[in-house]
Each structure stands twice: as C-alpha cells, then as structure tokens.
C-alpha cells in the first residue's frame, strides 16, 4: 500500500506557481479566498496536518494546536510573528520559520515614503484638492516639515533600521537611534546613526519611525508619556505594529496639536481603525502595505514555502529550513530570534 504522504495547510491564497512546489512533496489544502480564520476554523484545518503556510491574519496559540498531534512545523509568510506563541509551539516540538531579509529594502522604502508622506502632508493636500478646497495657489497653504537637514529617530535598528538609515543620509539627515541593545561601532558607522536613550530619541528625533518588534515589552510603548516628550513640530511613523502604539492618546496628541503628524501603515485591532484616527486630518493611513511589492511578496512566499518544505524533511535542504524561529527541542541548536525586524 503506497505510503501517504504528509498533508499541509495553506491558509490564505498567495501566488499559485510558488505554492504549486508544495505539491511535490505534499497534499495541500488551500483556502480559495483571503479570510481571518477564527479560531476553531484555525483548529480544525491543523486537525489533520502535519504543517502549514500561514500570515499574520492566523493566530496559532495552544488552542490551536491542542488537538493537531501530527502537527509538526509553521511557515509564517511575514518576518513579524506576533500572531504565533513561539513558546506554546515549542513546547510541542513544532519548528516555526519566518521571512527575514527578504522584505527588508522594500519595507524600509515604504516606511521613509510614509515618514515623508507625514511630513510634507501628501494625502492631506490631495484630500484637499480632491474635495474641490483649492481655490488657488496658496502660498502658506499646507505647510509641511522638512526632511533634510533633520533628525531622524529610528527605535528599533535592525534590519528594516538600518535600511531606513541608509535611506536618511541621502537626505543629508541626522541619525540617532535606540535598540534593545547598542549596535557594534562599525555597524554604527556604517549607517552613521548615534545610540541614544529611548527619552532622548523622543525628545530629539524631528522624524520618529517605529520598526521594533511587537512583545509585551513593546507594547504601547508610544504612550501618552511618550508623545509628551517629542516635539510638537515631530512627525511619527509606524510600520511595525499596531500594538506598539497607544492609539487613543496618539489621536489626543494629533488633535491637540501636541505632534505636527503622524503616518500609520499598522493597528492595535487590525483591520479595524480607531474612529479617533479616521477623525484626524493630519495622518496619514495605508492598510499594513509596508512589505507589499509585487517582487517582496513574492519572494516572502517562495521563502516560506522553501521553509515549509525543509522543516518537513524534505526537498534539497531537509530538516535544515533557514530563518527557523523556534527548532524543535532535540535539534540542538539555539533558538534564533531576530531581535528586530
Ligand atoms: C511582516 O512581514 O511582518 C509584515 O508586517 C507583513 O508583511
């Protein structure tokens, strides 16, 4: 009787000529349409599987895997991986991989678009003239900040960090940064950034851009404290996540005119956004777009999947999937946990 042959889940419709690798090696059950899967759904489609390809849109915690026994690896299409319990899924041996490197150049683009998006207030000009409100070229009209010649504050320099301070010195702008931990003197100037402690990051930066990951250590750590030591002329920009960020005193500040603008590419209750931050003129809101090219998105699957199918010991680099967030136990090796995106 022939063998059967591992079965695997992917969870949400991403490019069919890379997903189609799979099916050498697998069975795959694929959803037809873009969904968040609640729960139970999430739990009954890992029942039977033995992996999965997933995004940020599954949260796969304990539950999740309660009642999936074959279950064996999770490839995260996405370098953030907040929406997995790494430590519930090694407590079951289940190797989970993510997409670094990939997304980094095309991530750190679209963060400085956005920090300039704030600063020079491009979709509130274009909201303006869209709704017939120019009535001629006003010379004080719309007044924005500049970029060059500033200070840009980067928290959290790792990969997608330092991509946007190599962005900045063409801008002529000055870089300070803060990270869990300082970056080697080389590193540093390489990028031509300074360490700086996260109150003075605040109290400094004329451009904060946000691109640490998400942790409980993290979270709202832009709180009201926070946006009361920038500067009122400060511009902030978050393409890490929503939850980093305390929205509803971010729309206090916004309003009250104690920060000059704001640029949101990430929400706490995604893909819901606070009506306080729809209320505001003067931020700037993209639907979590940071790392979508064609060309990024793209690889970010082929990764997975590579992933995918070397976690499940098959293919050219077997048991050996690259960017392995949590291996199993009797692997041996160190967990690797980027420290930051
Ligand atoms: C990531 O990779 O973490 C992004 O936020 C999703 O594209």
């Known amino acids: ?29 694929r959803v037809p349409d873009v969904s968040e899967h609640d729960a139970s759904a999430i739990a009954n489609a890992l029942r039977e599987a033995d992996g999965a390809l997933v995004t940020l849109n599954e949260r796969i915690g304990s539950d999740a895997i309660a009642d999936a026994p074959k279950l064996r690896a999770i490839a995260n299409v996405g370098v953030g991986y907040n929406n997995l319990d790494i430590d519930a899924l090694q407590a079951r041996d289940i ?5 670094p490197d990939v997304l980094t150049e095309t991530t750190a683009d679209f963060g400085f678009a956005l920090m300039m998006a704030a600063a020079r207030r491009v979709t509130e000009a274009e909201r303006h003239l869209r709704a017939g409100q120019w009535h001629g070229w006003n010379f004080k ?18 990969r997608i960090g330092q991509g946007i301070a190599k962005r900045a010195s063409g801008f002529d702008m000055r870089v300070i940064y803060h990270n869990r931990s300082r970056l080697p003197a080389d590193v540093e100037r390489e990028f031509n950034a300074s360490y700086v402690d996260f109150g003075t990051l605040l109290a400094q930066a004329d451009h904060l851009i ?8 993290s979270h709202h750590i832009v709180d009201a404290a926070a946006l009361a030591k920038m500067k009122p002329t400060a511009t902030l920009t978050n393409i890490a996540r929503g939850g980093i960020v305390d929205e509803a005193a971010l729309a206090d500040a916004l309003s009250s005119g104690r920060l000059a603008s704001a640029a949101l590419d990430v ?3 995604e893909p819901t956004v606070d009506p306080r931050l729809l209320a505001q003129g003067n931020i700037v809101l993209t639907p979590h777009i940071g790392s979508g090219s064609l060309a990024t998105r793209r690889a970010m699957v ?12 098959a293919g050219p680099d077997a ?7 949590a291996p199993a136990a009797d692997d041996g090796k160190a967990a690797k946990r980027p420290g930051t995106a």
């Open 267 to 269: 929400f706490e209750g």
């Open 210 to 217: 946000l691109v640490l990951p998400y942790s409980a250590a």
């Open 1 to 29: 009787m022939a063998e059967s042959r591992p079965k695997v889940w992917v969870s949400q419709p991403l490019f069919d000529d890379i997903v189609e690798r799979l099916h050498a090696h697998f069975d795959v059950v």
């Open 319 to 325: 048991g050996h999937p690259s960017s392995v967030i």
């Open 302 to 313: 082929a990764l997975a999947v590579d992933n995918l199918i070397a976690a499940l010991g």
């Open 141 to 158: 009209g719309l007044l924005g900040a500049d970029l060059h010649g500033s200070t840009l504050g980067i928290l959290g320099m790792g």
């Open 95 to 99: 190797v989970a991989t993510n997409t």
